[in-house]
């Protein structure tokens, strides 16, 4: 039906308004006579309207509007420079000089440089700012356009003017294929292997398991999963991954289309990861296909989720090649979990909440082999903060106020593995603190408190300090924190 109906668009385009009337006359299909009377009120736009429209731009806009009015963020129409941005997004692949820019303070930056690349090799250095691109000012275009006029015809160059410690560098770079994996590994210390993956492309399950193999050999014992940031892909490289740790035969995605017809996806693989303890890492961008890996894993208890609610995209997109030129993408069902868990405008709740991203990897590790204690240590007005005796950066800093000494909230009890949360109850509002058994709600600018549903009087409160909420470590003693303030050094410890 969907064929014969664009297929009708097609043929009825191409007649002459000329004798309108003997058309609808002798069609008596309403969808039909709907497209007659798109034909003749395009056909008049064109003709009369004082702007001259170009028949490319109405069509467009005619496809986009019907679109558009599905309120369906993720079908659209796609060009084939669309397309081949989609497929270069997704396997990491792009012909450019290997930049990755950034956006920062209204201007355009260098974020990094590929290795080897001819950015690398042409003397580019990270935090360089970008002015002009072959002779155009950049100045308030948006990132998508910069990256756009860096990019081109493979050979082709690409002048650049620069600016490095207020000094102007003008480079000119011949571009060239530039192939980014789409999985990053290591092994950490413990043993642990860390895998992060960018995307779902066509390569990704044959590099996930090379990965896998090296860390192996490398001898792990646990892993660290990270999909962070990962906005999806490929169904099928999710699936293929899902079966190193599925048992073949076991559901990994279940698939309704609009007549609620249910497709449901096996895993087909070896599963040889099924036994080893995992910790997948979770944030507000990771979605679709990460969250088919992420569901499945959790749904088995065969992984440990870590971090933020994930995106919640469980629609899926068919890309459907057009005989008229590029493709249509267009959700043709929306997929559940195997124990089927709805996912869409959703996402998955982690097992452990943690939104502080610089704690996400130390505490994986504690998740993976449990220390006998935790605890955080601090330095007065330093950024450096030890985490089980693993040094990170935190942007906020502990500091003294009236005679009181601050942490800062959030980054110091995550640290500790409580889950801090917004509360808000009969038009009162407050931060949740949780965990151990113990649930405190403190209120802004207030000494009172309610710790597991009794009020309880603090001696100090919490105050907020350039968008953050810092806690005198003295509050802490109602969980039973234990503190140490000793020459500017603060040890929390439970």
Not at 191 to 206: H, I, Q, R
Not at 240 to 249: L, N, R, V, Y
Not at 255 to 275: H, W
Not at 343 to 360: A, E, H
């Amino acid at each position: 039906m969907r064929k014969n109906f664009i297929l009708a668009i097609v043929v009825l385009m191409c007649l002459s308004l000329g004798q309108p009337a003997w058309a609808i006359n002798n069609v008596s299909d309403r969808t039909a006579l709907k497209v007659l009377q798109f034909e003749e009120i395009l056909q008049y736009v064109y003709d009369e309207h004082l702007d001259k429209p170009e028949m490319d731009a109405l069509i467009n806009g005619a496809i986009n509007g019907m679109l558009n009015s599905l309120n369906d963020p993720y079908s659209e129409y796609l060009t084939r420079e669309n397309i081949d941005d989609l497929e270069q997004f997704l396997n990491g692949d792009f012909v450019g000089i290997g930049i990755i820019l950034d956006f920062k303070d209204d201007l355009v930056y260098i974020k990094d440089v590929i290795d080897d690349s001819p950015a690398f090799k042409a003397g580019i250095k990270k935090d360089d700012i970008i002015l002009e691109v072959d002779g155009e000012d950049i100045t308030g275009l948006p990132i998508a356009d910069v990256i756009r006029l860096t990019r081109g015809p493979k050979g082709s160059e690409v002048a650049l003017e620069l600016l490095r410690e207020n000094k102007r560098i003008n480079l000119t770079i011949q571009r060239v294929l530039i192939n980014l994996p789409t999985v990053e590994y290591k092994i950490l210390q413990g043993n642990t292997g860390y895998v992060a993956l960018e995307s779902f492309g066509s390569e990704t399950a044959k590099e996930f398991s090379i990965a896998i193999n090296s860390l192996k050999a490398s001898g792990m014992q646990s892993l660290i999963l990270d999909l962070r940031e990962n906005t999806g892909g490929r169904l099928d490289a999710a699936a293929d991954i899902s079966g190193h740790f599925i048992e073949k035969g076991k559901p990994i995605v279940k698939m309704v289309d609009r007549n609620g017809k249910e497709d449901t996806v096996l895993s087909d693989g070896k599963a040889e990861l099924k036994d080893i303890p995992v910790v997948i890492l979770t944030d507000e961008l990771t979605a679709s296909a990460s969250e088919v890996l992420a569901g499945a894993l959790q749904d088995y208890k065969i992984a440990v989720l870590l971090g933020d609610r994930t995106f919640g995209k469980g629609v899926v997109q068919d890309l459907i090649p057009l005989e008229t030129g590029g493709a249509l993408k267009l959700t043709i069902s929306k997929y559940l979990t195997p124990s089927g868990n709805d996912l869409n405008l959703i996402g998955i709740k982690p097992d452990r909440s943690v939104l502080t991203s610089s704690l996400l990897i130390p505490l994986a590790r504690q998740l993976l082999n449990p220390p006998n204690s935790r605890y955080v240590e601090f330095n007065l007005g330093e950024h450096k903060v030890s985490v089980n005796g693993e040094v990170i950066e935190n942007p906020a800093v502990p500091f003294i106020s009236n005679s009181e000494v601050y942490v800062p909230l959030r980054f110091a009890l995550e640290a500790l593995f409580y889950e801090v949360s917004w509360y808000s109850e009969n038009s009162k509002s407050g931060i949740r603190i949780s965990g151990y058994n113990d649930n405190l709600v403190l209120f802004p600018n207030g000494i009172i408190a309610r710790l597991n549903d009794q009020e309880i009087n603090l001696t100090s409160r919490v105050i907020m300090k350039e968008g953050v909420s810092f806690i005198p470590v003295k509050v802490l003693e109602v969980l039973n924190i234990s503190q140490t303030v000793n020459n500017g050094k603060i040890r929390l410890e439970n």
